[in-house]
């Protein structure tokens, strides 16, 4: 991946030193001049150009590692180079279905425990029969559509960050998938910043709103600038069978959006609900906070997973997401 990526995205991936394919030792570029952007997100730190970088990154490894750019031949062969099966194991059930781990009531059921502070509000959500056959239709997705080379863990832990640069690191988990499961997971993680932003502790309201509304910003414009520069690629380097066929670019971007919704709030629902740690609510002030961050993010998992296919772009579904915020602050 990184060797294919230094080609791509030289400017996303840190250069590759040294690599020992017997031994699984490798040596790569020094980052640490930047920093982790999850870390900093929690200090309510803002990064104006991540969404840009981020979105670019991933726009042209995906277009540039599909059907649309390269031939078939060579598309088929990184497909089965990148099967990546018993990394992926891990993610094709836990992450969709939650099977085999845990103990107890709520393990059996669910397939993970959850935090008992708020079990029976997560137990309404997550158990809605609606919303467990929209994850495993999610999963069949992720299953099925081996459209790109992804990197598969792309969170905000594994983003480099300064003002100015982006790097990405620890694609361990790559693999020939659905392009929008790698939107949608990052996706994720800046919906629990968006949450905790709500109930995190700020020298003043006017800051507490503008950090949640550059969460919820940086959102939407991941998302079209990932278009903006998808579709860049395609009208400049598509094969011929992909130019100039009416309505394909705007099905492919409908399609793309909703299933990014629907992997970003499948993606969220462990991060909530399960009885374990993130850094995104565990920092935020007392109890009261984090229960509240958690039950406002399990509430726009569920509204999200349910709704992802009526959004008719990304501007909708955020304003959605605002007037959702709006409604579980008023019920406080």
């Known amino acids: ?119 029976e509000e997560t137990r309404k959500l997550i158990l809605d029969p609606r919303v467990v056959l929209e994850r495993h239709k999610l999963r069949d997705l992720y299953m099925r559509k081996a459209e790109a080379l992804l990197h598969a863990d792309f969170h905000t832990s594994n983003v480099f960050v300064s003002k100015e640069q982006l790097k990405a690191i620890d694609m361990e988990f790559t693999f020939f998938g659905p392009a929008a499961y790698d939107l949608g997971y990052l996706q994720a993680n800046l919906l629990s910043q968006c949450a905790s932003g709500v109930f995190r502790s700020f020298p003043s309201q006017q800051e507490r709103i503008a950090f949640v509304s550059y969460i919820l910003t940086t959102m939407q414009q991941i998302f079209t600038e990932y278009c903006r520069v998808f579709f860049e690629c395609w009208n400049k380097d598509a094969k011929p069978i992909y130019q100039g ?70 501007q909708s579904w955020i304003v959605d997401m605002m007037a959702l915020i709006n409604e579980f602050l008023e019920k406080q």
């Not at 299933?259 to 399960?274: E, V, Y």
């Open 1 to 119: 991946y990184m060797k294919i990526g230094r080609v791509i995205v030289p400017e996303y991936i840190p250069e590759l030193y040294f690599y020992d394919d017997e031994n699984l030792v490798f040596a790569v570029e020094d980052v640490s001049y930047l920093k982790i952007s999850r870390f900093q997100l929690n200090k309510s730190e803002t990064f104006p150009k991540m969404a840009q970088q981020a979105a670019d990154y991933l726009a042209r490894m995906h277009f540039y590692t599909s059907d649309y750019y390269l031939d078939t031949e060579t598309f088929r062969k990184l497909q089965v180079r990148f099967m990546n099966s018993k990394m992926r194991k891990f993610f094709d059930d836990r992450t969709f279905i939650s099977f085999d781990c845990g103990e107890g009531k709520d393990a059996e059921e669910i397939g993970f425990e959850l935090n008992p502070e708020y079990a």
């Open 245 to 314: 066929v009416p309505g394909l670019q705007e099905y492919v971007q409908k399609q793309l959006l909703q299933d990014m919704i629907g992997f970003c709030a499948n993606s969220h629902i462990f991060r909530c609900a399960a009885d374990i740690g993130y850094p995104e609510y565990d920092d935020l002030a007392d109890k009261d906070a984090i229960r509240n961050a958690k039950l406002l993010s399990l509430q726009m998992d569920h509204r999200m997973i349910l709704r992802r296919t009526e959004y008719p772009d990304a």
